[in-house]
T-cell receptor, first 113, second 111 residues
């Protein structure tokens, strides 16, 4: 299994541009989520999904959209990038919403100029 | 979820045991203690979790005090590759609530 994969690893955007961060898992996990991590801080939950077709907001959802059309994929869209969205983004999955062990992807480092 | 308190940083000599403390004085009876770590620039990695009994796996041991208000993660023979930020998280097992990551403890293993 490849586990949780994320693309791209690095991205630079200009203010106002939009883009999609990709996340995929091959473990048939129902639950997937997106976190952001700012320098020197812990992770904050952006959005999560408990299964295909079901998404919900986390702690810091503003400026981000998600969709879950398949079990494997959970892309994160930045609608109009702002410098405040400069961060490292991690995608994670676990078997179900109530499973204990969560697996994280390698992260996408995003800079918004 | 109960709040946790961890020291911001610790050092440990290579080959020695690393003991990372965590206070969770407001923990409730059905909340578990989880430990994750994050090696620089990588995604967090699950280490271990427990309710009230001590737990051990291939990575670490978890010691929870009898009153459950604090716990210690033990890496028995720390290596340079164990240098990371270690997060102590308290959460209901089986709960729909998300993992909440605080600031963690930066463990530096010294050669």
């Amino acid at each position: 299994n490849a586990g949780v994969t994320q693309t791209p690893k690095f991205q630079v955007l200009k203010t106002g541009q939009s883009m999609t961060l990709q996340c995929a898992q091959d473990m048939n996990h129902e639950y997937m989520s997106w976190y952001r991590q700012d320098p020197g801080m812990g992770l904050r939950l952006i959005h999560y999904s408990v299964g295909a077709g079901i998404t919900d907001q986390g702690e810091v959802p503003n400026g981000y959209n998600v969709s879950r059309s398949t079990t494997e994929d959970f892309p994160l869209r930045l609608l109009s990038a702002a410098p405040s969205q400069t961060s490292v983004y991690f995608c994670a999955s676990r078997l179900t919403l109530v499973t204990d062990t969560q697996y994280f992807g390698p992260g996408t480092r995003l800079t918004v100029l | 979820d109960a709040k946790t308190t961890q020291p911001p940083s610790m050092d440990c000599a290579e080959g020695r045991a690393a003991n990372l403390p965590c206070n969770h004085s407001t923990i409730s009876g059905n909340e578990y203690v989880y430990w994750y770590r994050q090696i620089h620039s990588q995604g967090p990695q699950y280490i271990i979790h427990g309710l009230k009994n001590n737990e051990t796996n291939e990575m670490a041991s978890l010691i929870i005090t009898e009153d459950r208000k604090s716990s210690t993660l033990i890496l028995p023979h720390a290596t340079l590759r164990d240098t990371a930020v270690y997060y102590c998280i308290v959460r209901d097992s089986g709960s729909a609530r998300q993992l909440t990551f605080g600031s963690g403890t930066q463990l530096t293993v010294l050669p």
